[in-house]
């Protein structure tokens, strides 16, 4: 046995903490909001591609990682939430140019043959 303190039971596990609470929380920096704007733009960008407009979707991914690697450059290293683990440099161009990648490919890259 064990009691509510942390100590393991008889199981091996220990209790949760009744401080702990399950209720979502907010982002606690301001790169934190962007990391979940990016994340949320991200999954709209795909289910665009998945409902066939590849095009629109596509853009809309590059668009949500330059706005990213944008945010990344321009905030501060203690406001860069969850993007702080890399080096800021690095980190910027890198979102910079795969997200300017991928609007590019999006306006180039040709249209399959019409069927028939």
Request: net charge neutral; charged share 15%.
């Amino acid at each position: 046995m064990s009691t509510a303190d942390g100590v393991p039971n008889e199981e091996g596990r220990p209790f949760p903490d009744p401080e702990h609470s399950l209720a979502p929380r907010k982002p606690r920096t301001l790169g934190g909001a962007v990391y979940l704007a990016v994340l949320a733009t991200t999954v709209l960008g795909v289910v665009i591609v998945a409902v066939d407009e590849w095009r629109t979707g596509l853009t809309v991914i590059g668009a949500a990682s330059v706005g990213g690697g944008l945010a990344r450059l321009l905030l501060p290293n203690d406001h860069a939430g969850m993007r702080g683990v890399r080096r800021k440099l690095i980190y910027g161009l890198t979102m910079l140019v795969l997200g300017g990648a991928l609007m590019v490919l999006a306006v180039v890259f040709p249209d399959g043959p019409t069927p028939l």
